[in-house]
């Protein structure tokens, strides 16, 4: 007797129909502990990070001119 042919008799060869039972998936949840690891990994990558400087923008004035003083205006960037 060959040992494929023990193995053969053993093992119920049943074909895989479906991945779930009854058309609902099973839920999947992660180990508490790796997603605790997870979080702690990224909280140090953030905290080794440089950080970035907010520079604040001035805030600039609306100022309504005439066209005249538009084109004026825009004839000087020109110029520049």
Request: glycine share 2%; aromatic share 6%; charged share 30%.
């Amino acid at each position: 007797m060959d040992l494929s042919e023990v193995y053969s008799k053993q093992v119920n060869k049943k074909p895989v129909s479906s991945l779930s039972i009854g058309g609902s998936f099973p839920q999947i949840q992660k180990d508490p502990t790796i997603r605790q690891l997870e979080n702690d990994v990224f909280a140090k990558m953030r905290s080794l990070m440089p950080q970035e400087e907010t520079k604040q923008i001035p805030k600039n004035e609306v100022v309504s001119l005439s066209f005249e003083e538009a084109l004026k205006e825009l004839s000087s960037f020109q110029k520049n």
